[in-house]
């Protein structure tokens, strides 16, 4: 039996990844793996931030399922609780407040490190990838010393990609060696452009999502260093390596900046790549991230959670054809959220349709004319009477 | 285990830290090392253990400092006081007087930032706290800054204080696990560069109450009552009404049941992140 490993990346948008499309390489390592890999080019987030999105990647649940949301629900299932009953070893690493033990992430684990006794900065407010990486590697040292032959699960988080993007001059080099901005100016256009949502000077979205880019060029080394330290220690060729993001991020696609509450693609549209699963290739498919901890529960061979919403990925063959589902509530207002801005996103194959509960306003995309969702066409398609009927039964089922 | 057997690993657990003292005092000038002292049963063994070392090794004990933020129990200030005269130790006892004055030292009550002076109304703007007001709590998260890490970084670059001995403990969180006796903060934006020394690293709850009670450490009355762990007043809670901490299940049960300040942690990491 394989080991599996999921590899998270907070904040990587689909297009930054040179497999993904992109022009200028940002990934070159993910993208050489590609041979090695199934890479899913339809995968959809749950949610467009990251405590609407995790619920899917480790609890293949839904944001809003479980009432108001105020930290990990205890009826909600983390893929670790089934993998640690049937004598699995699990650990997992990560930097994000979010997931933090104290909301409840941490069950489950054999090993959990959520980095929140550490001491942390506004200019760095996380812990560093090359950081994670070091964790890791000393628990997969001791691990595999101590021999005894159980399978693993890990899970380990980059957050280095989440603003406040302020690169380190060797990531600023390799991307654009032009900016010569300093660590003062980058924490400013933070804290005057990127936080006050100001999207009115084309020229600093432009620099904002350059900065961006530069993380995204230090998060691949990070990857790359990871593999090398599986590879050192024999454990990558045992291993199947399942990576995503839990959601995207914008630079004016659609008047904003960050990932607030949208439902677009740039937030929703996530990589989803696996890596040493015995077959390669492309899948077309429209998977979600729900999907995710039940092909962790089927590589190691269990049973299938009952509780679990999503289906394996695995068998490719096997998976059957449909909808994808997410939500998500208004962040920017107090804390917690406004619960009456509450936004819903369900997609077939290429059609997008996506209702503001709060202003009852529907939005409806086909992706395949319009990939940048700019045109609605929720008055004339004929399709937007059967997708609203889909999309409404799932909307606000929350409040009862 | 038996009487004896406790008794021997007492001594060897107590001879493994004096072994960290004794090498923190050959890395570091003891004038230039501070110890923290909060008067709950792990700092008030380290320092019983520090001052052992400095008499046998006849070395001036290191400035001692405890920081009052404006919450204490009064049982603590009493321990604390009633310690430091038993024990001859001029301890230096910082503490945000400007904070209290605006709120007249009293919890709940409304800090008007106009009303603090220039330090603290900078400190607020560099963890980007805007609002005009808030309510003095000691762990919400200008309370906390304000009251403990402004006047604990002023203590440590006013008296050039290279490290300090501080009573941290593997057992507390699993992420302190892997935790090093000798752990260099690098210098950066939220605090001076200084090295924590863990000279306590090694015992669990159960070695420290097994150790005072082999050495006679004296320890605050509160623990008699039922409180295992103590923190600021309205954040700790006792474990078992009434069982004195050392008879509690120390082993199932978790020593940190009041987690208001992990939640703050949260809330601050996430304002950083841009949120809120």
């Given at each position: 039996m394989k ?5 998270t990346i907070?904040?990587?948008r689909?297009?930054a ?5 992109r022009?200028?390489e ?9 041979s ?5 080019t339809?995968g959809q987030?749950t949610?467009p931030?990251t405590q609407?999105?995790?619920p899917?990647i480790?609890t293949?649940?839904y944001?809003?399922?479980?009432g108001?949301?105020?930290g990990l ?9 089934p ?5 699995i ?5 990560h ?12 069950r489950?684990?054999?090993f959990?490190y959520?980095s ?9 407010p996380?812990i560093k990838g090359n ?20 399978p693993?699960?890990?899970w380990l ?11 380190e001059?060797?990531?600023?080099d390799m991307?654009d060696?032009?900016?010569t ?11 005057n ?8 000077d084309?020229?600093?979205v ?12 230090e ?9 090398n ?6 454990i990558?060729?045992?291993s199947?390596?399942?990576m995503?993001?839990?959601h995207?991020?914008?630079?004016n ?7 607030d509450?949208?439902?677009?693609s740039?937030?929703?549209?996530i990589?989803?790549i ?9 899948c077309?498919?429209?998977v979600?991230n ?5 092909t962790i529960?089927?590589?190691f061979?269990?049973d299938p959670?009952?509780k679990?919403?999503?289906?394996s990925l ?6 059957p ?9 208004d962040q920017?207002?107090q804390?917690?959220?406004d ?6 996103f ?6 997008k349709?996506?209702?503001?509960a709060?202003?009852d306003?529907w939005?409806?995309y ?11 066409i929720i ?5 937007a009477?059967e997708?609203r009927?889909?999309?409404k039964?799932?909307m606000?089922r929350?409040l009862s | ?10 001594a060897?657990?107590?001879g493994?830290?004096?072994?960290v ?8 000038n003891?004038a230039?090392?501070?110890i923290?002292?909060t008067?709950?049963k792990?700092?008030t ?5 520090i ?10 004990l290191?400035?001692?400092?405890t ?9 603590i200030t009493d ?19 400007d904070?209290?004055k605006?709120?007249q030292s009293?919890?709940?009550?409304i ?15 560099r963890i ?9 709590e000691?762990e919400s998260e200008?309370?906390?800054?304000l009251m403990k890490?402004?006047?604990f ?10 490290a300090?001995?501080m ?5 507390e ?7 090093e ?7 950066g ?5 200084h090295t ?9 709850e159960?070695d420290?109450w097994?150790t005072i009670?082999?050495?006679?450490i ?5 623990y ?10 309205t954040s700790?809670?006792?474990?078992k009404?009434?069982v004195p901490?050392?008879e509690?299940?120390?082993?199932h049960v978790?020593?940190?049941a ?8 949260a809330m601050?990491?996430m ?6």
């Open positions: 080991d599996v490993i999921l590899l907070d904040a990587l689909k297009d990844l040179g497999c993904y499309g022009g200028k940002l990934t070159p390592f993910i993208d050489s793996l590609q090695q890999c199934i890479r899913f339809r987030a949610g931030y609407a999105s995790f899917g480790l293949s649940s944001y809003l399922e479980y108001k949301p105020k629900s205890p009826h909600r299932t983390l893929v670790s609780e993998l640690k009953q049937a004598g070893v699990t650990a997992a690493f930097s994000n407040p979010y997931l933090c033990d104290f909301l409840g992430w941490n489950g684990w054999d959990f959520d929140m006794e550490e001491e942390v900065s506004s200019r760095m996380y950081v994670i990486n070091a964790k890791v590697t000393e628990w997969l040292s001791s691990y595999s010393a101590a021999g005894d032959g159980k693993f699960f890990l988080h980059y957050m280095d990609i989440h603003e406040p993007y302020i690169p001059r060797k990531y600023v991307v060696s032009s900016i901005m300093s660590q003062d100016e980058m924490y400013s256009l933070f804290e452009t990127l936080l006050k949502r100001d999207v009115s084309p020229e600093k432009t620099l904002l999502k350059k900065l961006y880019d530069m993380h995204v060029r998060v691949d080394t990070y990857v790359q260093d990871f593999f330290t599986l590879d050192q220690l024999g990558l060729k045992d199947v390596v399942i995503t993001s839990d995207g991020d914008e630079f696609e659609h008047g904003s900046l960050s990932h509450d949208k439902m677009n740039e937030l929703i549209d990589p989803l696996i890596y040493g699963a015995g077959k390669n290739g492309i077309d498919t429209l979600s729900a999907d995710i901890p039940p529960v089927h590589l061979g269990l959670v009952k679990f919403e999503g289906h695995l068998p490719l063959d096997g998976y054809e449909k909808g994808c589902f997410g939500e998500a509530i920017r207002g804390r917690g959220g619960i009456e801005k509450d936004s819903y369900y997609r077939e194959k290429d059609l349709i996506i209702c503001h709060g202003v306003r939005e409806l086909d992706l395949n004319q319009d990939p940048n969702e700019v045109n609605n008055d004339t398609s004929p399709a009477e997708l009927s889909k999309l039964p799932r606000r929350w | 285990m038996t009487g004896q057997e406790k008794e021997k690993r007492c060897e657990l107590v493994k830290s004096k072994e003292i004794r090498e923190a005092f050959k890395k570091f003891p230039d090392i501070a923290t002292w008067g709950g792990d700092s063994t380290n320092l019983w253990i001052r052992q070392v400095c008499a046998e090794d006849n070395i001036d290191p400035k001692v400092m920081i009052d933020e404006g919450d204490a129990f009064p049982e321990f604390l006081i009633k310690m430091s005269q038993k024990w001859n130790i001029d301890v230096e006892w910082l503490c945000n007087f904070v209290l605006c709120c009293h919890l709940g009550n800090v008007r930032v106009k009303d603090l002076n220039e330090r603290n109304r900078a400190e607020l703007k980007r706290v805007e609002q005009d007001s808030f309510t003095f000691a200008a309370g906390n800054h890490t402004v006047v970084n002023q203590f440590v670059e006013e008296n050039n204080i290279s300090m001995f009573a941290l403990r593997r057992d969180q699993a992420t302190r696990k892997h935790d006796y000798f752990t260099k903060k690098e210098g934006y939220l605090m001076p560069e924590r020394i863990s000279t306590i690293l090694h015992f669990t159960r420290i097994n009670k082999s050495y006679n004296p320890y605050c009355s509160l008699e009552i039922g409180y295992r762990s103590l923190g600021a007043r700790s809670n006792p474990g009404v009434g901490a050392w509690q299940d120390i082993e978790p020593e940190r009041g987690r208001r300040q992990d939640k703050e942690k601050e990491r304002r950083q992140l841009g949120y809120m």
